[in-house]
């Protein structure tokens, strides 16, 4: 069965821009989560999503935000860009029940100039 | 708030050697712990996972791992390893009963031949 997919793969902005990034889970995960990843910061975690509710949230500023819909699909926005939020943005998605055990999408690299 | 400590950032081996990364967490309840590996060009999956029960887990690749309670630990060991064990390997934690993971930083191994 087909993966979680993430769209945009790679994506330039500038300082004060917006940003929306995509991730369609595994089919049947209801589950969806977020996650930042930097060189010197690791992987940080941002939201969870499970049926459209937002169950946890990591520690990050508004300007980070999520959604997801009734077909489990889910996006995240960055508003008022800076040159920090450069990374590359990782979704996960999982099985209800098997908390954890989550299956990575290949990313969003984004480029904050 | 959990968090989860690698000990080595870069291990370099060569192919035959043993392998154990360490990783040490900080939260006292109940966890479920896991090891994710990301090879060169590819998108991060799950190595192998400890629930409950055996403290000795064993994972893809020949890959196992132990829980010590007493010392919050769950090192990572391989025998010999090979030419394509070259990844990044993280350490990760959750509880709680959703999807919230605290990654560790990471520890990159190079296999030289």
């Known amino acids: 069965k087909a993966g979680v997919t993430q769209t945009p793969r790679y994506l330039i902005k500038t300082r004060g821009q917006q940003v929306t990034l995509s991730c369609s889970p595994i089919?049947?995960?209801?589950?969806v989560s977020w996650y930042q990843q930097t060189p010197g910061q690791g992987l940080q975690f941002l939201f969870e999503?499970?049926?459209?509710?937002?169950?946890n949230k990591g520690n990050f500023p508004g300007r980070f935000s999520g959604r997801q819909f009734s077909n489990s699909r889910s996006e995240m926005n960055v508003s008022t860009l800076e040159l920090g939020d450069s990374a590359l943005y990782l979704c996960?998605?999982?099985?209800?029940?098997?908390?954890?055990?989550?299956?990575f999408g290949e990313g969003s690299r984004l480029t904050v100039l | 708030a959990q968090s989860v400590s690698q000990h080595n950032h870069h291990v370099i081996l060569s192919e035959a050697a043993s392998l154990e990364l360490g990783c040490n967490y900080s939260?006292?309840?109940?966890?479920?712990l896991f090891w994710y590996v990301q090879y060169p060009g590819q998108h991060l999956q799950l190595l192998l996972k400890?629930?409950?029960?055996?403290?000795l887990v064993k994972g893809i690749k020949g890959f196992e791992a132990e829980f010590i309670k007493s010392k919050f630990s769950f090192n990572l060991r391989k025998p010999s390893v090979q030419w394509s064990d070259t990844a990044e390997y993280f350490c990760?934690?959750?509880?709680?009963?959703?999807?919230?993971?605290?990654f560790g930083t990471g520890t990159k191994l190079q296999v030289i031949p």
């Open positions: 996960a998605s999982s099985r209800e029940g098997a908390t954890g055990e989550l299956f």
């Open positions: 089919s049947g995960h209801r589950s």
């Open positions: 999503y499970f049926s459209e509710t937002q169950r």
């Open positions: 939260y006292g309840g109940t966890v479920n």
């Open positions: 400890y629930f409950s029960g055996d403290p």
């Open positions: 990760a934690v959750n509880s709680g009963g959703y999807q919230k993971v605290t």
